[in-house]
T-cell receptor, first 115, second 113 residues
């Protein structure tokens, strides 16, 4: 079964609004989680590293004010896409290190469509 | 940047072995080779990983060359459900698990009936 869960799996929002995607580690604690985005027929692109109790670390070129990341507990990280635009439409995926810290597990992904 | 290169696509007949190569010529001594696959519209699924010895589990086998500059993922009896994009990733070993995965372009495997 899934060890990392994302919600919602699909969301449609209007341009200019904000949308939140949740990533939960199931039955284990994750002090670090990773957020990726993926456009159709392309590979996963790392956006940021979410750190429990401290600020997220963003990859170069990723706007921190647009993609707000909050890691408020040891089992939950959230990604909020603010002032969404159609070009933000994408597949967003989170991941977390597993029980032994050596294998990273991925969530099921969240499809965002901005209309 | 990803430290791996893979062929963009491969076909394999159903029931035959699928051998997916990966080059990682700049791999460091403490870096593991991980394989994941992504079926359409899903998150990546862990398959296998190894350091220098060959590894086998219920899903696949991983063959790593002696110089560790390349590896091959083997699906012994491919089925239609194995059609997916397969990613080879290298990352340092750490018990903290804080190292991030950088994905390359992967290999799109198509299993043919």
């Amino acid at each position: 079964g899934a060890v990392v869960s994302q919600h919602p799996s699909r969301v449609i929002c209007k341009s200019g609004t904000s949308v939140k995607i949740e990533c939960r580690s199931l039955d284990f604690q994750a002090t670090t989680m990773f957020w990726y985005r993926q456009f159709p027929k392309q590979s996963l692109m790392l956006m940021a590293t979410s750190n429990e109790g401290s600020k997220a670390t963003y990859e170069q070129g990723v706007e921190k004010d647009k993609f707000l990341i909050n890691h408020a507990s040891l089992t939950l990280s959230t990604l909020t896409v603010t002032s969404a635009h159609p070009e933000d439409s994408s597949f967003y995926i989170c991941s977390a290190p597993g029980f032994n810290g050596n294998t990273i597990y991925f969530g099921e992904g969240s499809w965002l469509t901005v209309v | 940047d990803a430290k791996t290169t893979q062929p963009p696509s491969m076909d394999c007949a159903e029931g035959r072995a699928a051998n997916l190569p990966c080059n990682h010529s700049t791999i460091s001594g403490n870096e593991y080779v991980y394989w994941y696959r992504q079926i359409h519209s899903q998150g990546p699924q862990y398959i296998i990983h190894g350091l220098k010895n060959n590894e086998t589990n219920e899903m696949a086998s991983l063959i790593i060359t002696e110089d560790r500059k390349s590896s091959t993922l083997i699906l012994p009896h491919a089925t239609l459900r194995d059609t997916a994009v397969y990613y080879c990733i290298v990352r340092p070993s750490t018990t903290s698990g804080t190292y991030k995965y950088i994905f390359g372009t992967g290999t799109r495997l198509k299993v043919l009936a």
